[in-house]
């Protein structure tokens, strides 16, 4: 599985970005996919993570109500929409791929597949 990230910039608190992932592959569509982040000074933690058929979705607690994950399967894209974004959430966010959510939560650099990360940085 190949990803790429891209979307991120810099806003100010309150503002919304949309992050996207490209998925390539011979087997992407059995395989979850997910956002995680890493702020400096701190470990990568999960964000939210969808099944390839949208059915499931999981998100950390701190950015429920906030930010909504889909896809796009004609498009082979996973997007993310920040909204309401506040300083906290400033971090170099990837996205990246397993087929387990529970290790992909618990467990963030034990997912097999990542792509490239891309910035958001939020102002307060």
């Known amino acids: 599985v190949q990803l790429q990230a891209s979307g991120g910039g810099h806003v100010q608190a309150g503002g919304s970005l949309r992050l996207s992932c490209a998925v390539s592959g011979d087997t992407f569509d059995e395989y979850i996919i997910g956002w995680f982040r890493q702020a400096p000074g701190k470990d990568r933690e999960f964000v939210a993570a969808?099944?390839?058929?949208?059915?499931?979705?999981k998100y950390r607690n701190s950015v429920k109500g906030r930010f909504i994950i889909s896809r796009d399967n004609g498009y082979n894209t996973v997007s993310l929409h920040l909204n309401r974004l506040k300083p906290e959430d400033t971090a170099l966010y990837y996205c990246?791929?397993?087929?387990?959510?529970?290790?992909?939560?618990?467990?963030?650099?034990?997912?097999?597949?990542w792509g490239q990360g891309t910035q958001v940085t939020v102002s307060s």
């Open positions: 990246a791929s397993d087929l387990n959510f529970l290790k992909m939560a618990t467990s963030p650099t034990s997912t097999r597949y």
């Open positions: 969808i099944t390839w058929n949208g059915q499931i979705t």
